[in-house]
C-alpha cells in the first residue's frame, strides 16, 4: 500500500484504509467543550502508539465560552512543526467554521456538527464536506441530561474510526481520565466514545491508516512544553519556587506546587512578582537554588531583584513563558519578544546567563542545564520559552530519571575561611556559602548589592569596581568556552544560513529541507544559548554568505529583530539580516519559505 | 518545622565553643550619625545574640535600603544587605527553606510601609517565622530628609517645605490589621525595654514585630522627646491589666496619641506558615514512603506515557 496524504487519498472511497504518513487535524469550537481534551488524548496515544506525535493547541484568554482550538498533528516520521494547514477539520459550531474553513488544505476534509452549522456555498464545491449531527447524537448516546458534555468523547470516536486508531489503547485512555471521577462517569464517556466510533454514515467516510513509524519508539512521554520545564526543575533538584500568577506561566507555578511537597520542597504563591522573585532568591540564600518565573509585564517587575541576584552572586532560575508585549500586550499569544529583557533588562552592567528551549523535550533538558549553570556559577539563569511550546503537547523518549534526577543536599560543612566575592580564580568563580556555614576564622560574609570587596563589605573605590565588574563578566566568559558549538543542518557552509531560537527550530528545519528539494543551497542553525553565545560560533557565520535570524519579534527601527540585534553587536557583521513576525501566530512552514525567497532576491537585485 | 529551641541547643563540639563575645559578633563601625538612635538597636541585638548564645554561624540578618538596613554590616555573622523595601520577602525565602535558622530582619519606615508596604501585609498574614524590627525615625534620612509615611502631618521635609500634607501609617494598627501574631512596640532610649522585647519576639513562634522609635539626630531631632523621661516625657508600659490576645484593646492601644503605650500590644499563636507548609510536605511525602527522587518522577511519567 503506497503512502500518500489525506488529500490525494480522499477519493470517496471507503472499501480499505488509505495507509497516510502524516495527518494534520483541527478541531474547533468553544473551550467548555473539552476540545483540548481530545488533543491530549490523541497525543498520549500517539505517544503509546510508537508513532511521533506534535500538537498545537491554543487557549482562549475567556474563562468559559471563548472560542478554542486545538490543532494534532500526527505522523509517522520526525514531526517538527504543528503543520501549516489542516487536513481535517473538525467544526462544532457555525463560528468554528467561518473561522477556520479557510485554515484547511486543498483537498481536506470538513467534518461539522450539522445540528449548529451551515455549511457554506462557496466552500462546498472546494472541501469534501462531512455533516454529523454530533450533538443530538451524544445526547442520544448518553442520555438527555448531559447537555452539551461528551460531545469531545463522541469526536474522538469519529476520529479513532477515521484513522483506524488502537480503540483498545484509547478506551484504556479514557478509562485512566475518568476513573478518578467515579464510574457512571467512565461508562458515560465510554458510551460517547463508543457512539461515535461505531457511527454509520454509508460511504462519505474515508478512513485511513497512518503507516508505522520508520524507528521503534516505545518509550514515551507525552507532556506539555509547560509540564516538561516543571518536571525538569524537579529533576534537577530545585526544592524551592516562588510566584505570582500570570498567563502563560501559571501552569508551571501549578504543577511546582502540586509536587514540590512530594520531594519535600515548597512554591509559595506570593503578593507579586517582586516578593516571588526576593523569596526565591532568599531561598538560594538559604542554599537551596530556586526557581521564579513569569510572563510579560511580571518579568519587567522582576527586573531590580534579578539584578540583585546579579550584584551579589546568587543562584537564581528564572522562568519566562514569553507572549506578545510590550505591556499587558497579548496574553495569550506567541512572541519571542523577550529576548533583550532577558540579556540586558535591568540597571547598570549585569551580566546574567539566558537559555531559549526549542520544543517541549528541549524544556525539559534546558531546565536542568539552568539549574547546574545557575548552582556552578551563582549567577541568575532565565529560561526562556513562549506560548507556542508552553502549552503544546509533544511526545519524547522518556528520560532516563535514574541518571538524571537530583537531590541537591544542603552544604553546610565548615571551612576555614570564606569571601564570597573573591577575586583570586580569574575565572570569576567564588560560590556562595549558605547561612548555617560555621566559617571557622570568625570573618563572616555579606552578600550584597552594593558595589562591595572581597568580603562583601561596601566599597566605592574605583579599582575595586573594575576588579568587581570584570569578575561577574568573566564568570559568562568563562561559561561561553565550556557551551557546545550549535549545530548546523544542511550543508556546513555556502550561500545561505538561517538562524532561529526558541519555538522557531522546527518550522526552520522543515524550510530548509523544502528549500533544498526544491534546488536551494541553505542551511539553518538553532542557538540555545544566547547570553553568552557560545564561543565557537564565531567560526560558523562567515562561511555562509547570507545570515537570515528568523524570529517572533519586530525588526525594529534599523531592520533586525533581539537576536539579530545581539549577534550585529557580538560579531558586527554587517551581512546578520533580520526576518520578522510580528503577527502574534507562530511561524509558519511555508510564510519562512516565502521570506527567505523574498529576500534572496532582493539580495540578488541588490547585487 | 521552625523551633527557635533548636538555635539555643549548645552546637555538638560545644565543648572547645565559648560562648560568643560581644568583640566576636562586632563587625565594621557603622556609618550612622552621632546620637543616631540605631546604635542602640544595634548593640542590643549583640546583647540578645550573647544572651541566647545564637551560635555565631546561625545568626542570620537580612534588610532592605535606608539608614538602619544598613545593620548587617555592623554584625559579624552571615548578613544580606537586599533592595529597597523587599527584605521581608527575602527573609521569607530564608525562613520558609532553612526552618533550622531564626532570621531577623531589619529596616527603617521607608522600607516597611511605603515601597514595602505590601510584603508587610502579607508576611504578616501569612506568619511567617521571623521577626522584624522596624527602627522608625518618621523621616527619610538616607536620602537625606523627604517625608516618611509615618512623618506627621506638618512635619517640614524637602518634600513638604510646607509641612507633610497626608496622613501617617500607624505601624501598630496596620500589623494588628493584617494579622501579624506577635506586635510590640519600644523605643531606643530604654534599652532593657528593647531587649526585653526582642526576647519576647524570637520566643515567639510565628511573624513577631516591633516597631522601634529611633531618632534621626540630623533630620527629625525630638521627634521622640515626650515618650523620653530624660526629655521631660513620659515612658508609658503598657497596662498591666491588657490582654494582649484582646485584638480590639490591642487596636485600642494603638488608636492612642503620641507617646501612646509601650509594650507587647498584641500576641497570640497560630499556626505558621512554616509549619502549615511542613504539614503540606509531610502529607505528600507520606504517600513515598522514603523513595528517592527518581522514582517518585518516574511513577508520575508512568501516568503521562
Redesign the interface.
Known amino acids: 500500500m503506497s503512502e500518500t496524504t489525506v488529500s490525494e487519498a480522499n477519493n470517496g472511497s471507503n472499501s480499505q484504509p488509505s495507509s497516510i504518513s502524516e495527518v494534520t487535524i483541527r478541531l474547533a469550537g468553544n473551550s467548555q467543550d473539552g476540545i483540548q481534551s481530545i488533543g491530549g488524548f490523541l497525543a498520549?496515544l500517539a505517544?503509546?502508539s510508537e508513532r511521533e506525535v506534535m500538537t498545537m493547541m491554543t487557549i482562549p484568554s475567556t474563562i468559559s465560552g471563548g472560542a478554542s482550538i486545538f490543532q494534532v498533528r500526527l505522523g509517522s516520521g520526525e514531526v517538527l512543526s504543528p503543520g501549516d494547514k489542516a487536513d481535517v477539520l473538525f467544526a462544532f459550531y457555525q463560528h468554528s467554521y467561518d473561522n477556520h474553513v479557510k485554515n484547511l488544505a486543498k483537498g481536506g476534509i470538513l467534518v461539522y456538527d450539522s445540528d449548529h452549522v451551515e455549511p457554506d456555498e462557496e466552500w462546498l464545491t472546494k472541501y469534501r464536506h462531512i455533516g454529523i449531527a454530533i450533538s443530538s447524537l451524544t445526547v442520544e448516546a448518553i442520555g438527555g441530561t448531559a447537555r452539551d458534555k461528551g460531545k469531545n468523547i463522541y469526536a474522538l470516536g469519529l476520529i479513532g474510526r477515521m484513522f483506524s486508531l488502537n480503540t483498545e489503547k484509547l478506551e484504556r485512555l479514557i478509562n485512566?481520565r475518568f476513573s478518578g471521577k467515579g464510574e457512571s462517569v467512565v461508562k458515560t464517556a465510554m458510551d460517547a466514545f463508543q457512539a461515535g466510533y461505531r457511527y454509520q454514515s454509508g460511504d462519505l467516510f474515508n478512513l485511513f491508516r497512518l503507516a508505522r513509524g520508520g524507528d521503534e519508539r516505545s518509550?514515551?512521554?507525552?507532556?506539555s512544553g509547560n509540564?516538561a520545564i516543571g518536571?525538569g526543575l524537579?529533576?534537577a533538584?530545585v526544592?524551592?519556587g516562588?510566584g505570582y500568577p500570570i498567563t502563560p506561566w501559571s501552569d508551571i507555578m501549578e504543577l511546582l506546587r502540586r509536587?514540590l511537597?512530594?520531594?519535600?520542597?515548597?512554591f509559595?504563591q506570593?503578593?507579586?512578582e517582586?516578593?516571588?522573585v526576593?523569596?526565591?532568591?532568599?531561598?538560594?540564600?538559604?542554599?537551596?537554588v530556586?526557581v521564579t518565573g513569569s510572563s510579560g509585564p511580571g518579568i519587567s517587575l522582576k527586573a531590580?531583584?534579578v539584578g540583585?541576584a546579579v550584584m551579589?552572586e546568587m543562584p537564581l532560575v528564572v522562568i519566562d513563558i514569553q507572549r506578545g508585549g510590550p505591556s499587558t500586550g497579548l496574553p495569550t499569544d506567541v512572541e519571542q519578544s523577550d529576548l533583550n529583557i532577558a540579556c540586558y533588562g535591568g540597571h547598570g552592567d549585569s551580566p546574567r546567563v539566558v537559555l531559549a528551549a526549542s520544543d517541549v523535550e528541549d524544556c525539559f533538558y534546558t531546565a536542568i542545564e539552568a539549574v547546574n549553570i545557575a548552582r556552578k556559577y551563582s549567577v541568575p539563569v532565565f529560561v526562556l520559552s513562549d506560548q507556542a511550546i508552553a502549552t503544546r503537547i509533544e511526545a519524547f523518549n522518556?528520560?532516563d530519571?535514574?541518571t538524571?534526577?537530583?537531590?541537591i543536599e544542603l552544604d553546610?560543612s565548615?571551612v576555614s575561611s570564606h569571601k564570597p566575592y573573591d577575586l583570586s580564580s580569574g575565572d570569576g568563580l567564588s560560590g556562595h556559602r549558605?547561612?548555617?556555614?560555621?566559617?571557622e576564622d570568625?570573618?563572616?560574609?555579606?552578600?550584597?548589592?552594593?558595589e562591595h570587596d572581597e568580603s562583601?563589605?561596601?566599597s566605592g573605590d574605583a579599582v575595586n569596581h573594575i576588579a568587581m565588574t570584570k569578575k561577574r563578566r568573566n564568570k559568562l566568559k568563562t561559561l561561553a568556552d565550556e557551551l557546545p558549538t550549535p549545530e548546523i543542518c544542511g550543508p556546513d557552509s555556502g550561500d545561505v544560513l538561517l538562524v532561529g531560537w526558541g519555538s522557531t527550530k522546527g518550522p526552520l528545519h522543515e524550510a530548509v529541507d523544502q528549500l533544498t528539494k526544491e534546488g536551494y543551497t541553505l542551511s539553518s542553525m538553532h542557538i540555545k544559548h544566547i547570553n553568552p553565545l557560545p564561543t565557537r560560533l564565531e567560526d560558523i557565520l562567515p562561511r555562509f554568505k547570507s545570515v537570515f535570524i528568523v524570529e517572533m519579534n519586530d525588526g525594529g527601527v534599523y531592520g533586525y529583530g533581539q537576536l539579530a540585534g545581539i549577534m550585529r553587536a557580538r560579531y558586527a557583521d554587517a551581512r546578520i539580516k533580520g526576518i520578522n513576525k510580528t503577527a502574534a501566530r507562530r511561524w509558519k512552514v511555508s510564510e519562512i519559505i516565502e521570506r527567505v525567497k523574498a529576500r534572496l532576491e532582493e539580495e540578488t537585485v541588490a547585487a | 518545622m521552625s523551633d527557635s529551641a533548636t538555635l539555643e541547643q549548645p552546637p555538638q563540639d560545644a565543648g572547645e565553643r565559648q560562648p560568643v563575645t560581644k568583640k566576636?559578633i562586632t563587625?565594621?563601625h557603622p556609618t550612622w550619625c552621632p546620637g543616631c538612635g540605631d546604635f542602640s538597636v544595634l548593640s542590643i541585638y549583640y546583647k540578645l545574640i550573647q544572651k541566647r548564645n545564637i551560635?555565631?554561624?546561625?545568626?542570620?540578618t537580612?534588610a532592605g535600603i535606608g539608614c538602619s538596613s544598613r545593620f548587617?554590616?555592623f554584625v559579624?555573622?552571615?548578613?544580606?544587605?537586599?533592595?529597597h523595601g523587599?527584605a521581608l520577602?527575602?527573609?521569607?525565602?530564608?525562613?520558609?527553606?532553612?526552618p533550622?535558622?531564626h532570621v531577623f530582619t531589619f529596616g527603617g519606615d521607608g522600607d516597611a510601609f511605603s515601597i514595602g508596604g505590601?510584603?508587610f501585609?502579607?508576611t504578616a498574614r501569612k506568619n511567617i517565622k521571623m521577626t522584624y524590627v522596624v527602627m522608625d525615625n518618621f523621616v527619610y534620612g538616607l536620602t537625606k530628609k523627604q517625608t516618611s509615611p509615618t512623618s506627621p502631618i506638618g512635619f517640614k521635609s524637602k518634600t513638604d517645605g510646607w509641612g507633610a500634607l497626608d496622613k501617617p501609617i500607624n505601624p501598630m494598627k496596620l500589623a494588628i490589621s493584617a494579622g501579624a501574631s506577635f506586635v510590640a512596640r519600644t523605643t531606643h532610649t530604654n534599652p532593657k525595654h528593647l531587649l526585653e522585647m526582642m526576647d519576647a519576639a524570637m520566643d515567639h513562634d510565628g511573624f513577631s514585630f516591633i516597631e522601634c522609635l529611633s531618632e534621626c539626630t540630623e533630620f527629625y531631632a525630638g521627634a521622640f522627646d515626650s515618650s523620653n523621661p530624660r526629655k521631660g516625657g513620659e515612658f508609658n508600659l503598657v497596662p498591666e491589666d491588657h490582654d494582649p490576645t484582646d485584638e480590639a484593646a490591642a487596636y485600642a492601644l494603638a488608636s492612642e496619641d503620641f507617646p501612646g503605650h509601650f509594650g507587647i500590644f498584641y500576641q497570640v499563636q497560630r499556626p505558621t506558615k512554616n509549619a502549615l507548609?511542613a504539614g503540606?510536605?509531610e502529607?505528600?511525602?507520606s504517600?513515598?514512603e522514603g523513595k528517592?527522587?527518581?522514582d517518585?518522577?518516574?511513577a508520575?511519567?508512568n501516568?503521562?506515557?
Not at chain 1, 538524571?404 to 537531590?407: E, F, G, P, T
Not at chain 1, 549558605?434 to 566559617?439: E, K, L, V
Request: glycine share 10%; charged share 20%; hydrophobic share 35%.
Open positions: 498520549r505517544g503509546r485512566e518509550n514515551q512521554v507525552v507532556m509540564e518536571y524537579i529533576a533538584g526544592r524551592f516562588a509536587e511537597p512530594k520531594y519535600g520542597g515548597s509559595i506570593c503578593e507579586d517582586i516578593a516571588s526576593s523569596m526565591a532568591i532568599g531561598a538560594s540564600y538559604g542554599g537551596r530556586a531590580e531583584a540583585w551579589a522518556e528520560p530519571l535514574k538524571i534526577c537530583k537531590d553546610l565548615p549558605a547561612p548555617g556555614t560555621r566559617i570568625g570573618r563572616y560574609p555579606v552578600v550584597t548589592g552594593l562583601g563589605h561596601p | 566576636e563587625a565594621d551560635p555565631h554561624e546561625n545568626v542570620t537580612v548587617p554590616y559579624q555573622a552571615h548578613g544580606v544587605h537586599y533592595i523587599r520577602s527575602f527573609a521569607s525565602g530564608v525562613s520558609l527553606s532553612r533550622d535558622l505590601n510584603h501585609v502579607h507548609e503540606v510536605i502529607a505528600a511525602q504517600k513515598f528517592p527522587s527518581s517518585v518522577l518516574q508520575t511519567f501516568r503521562i506515557k
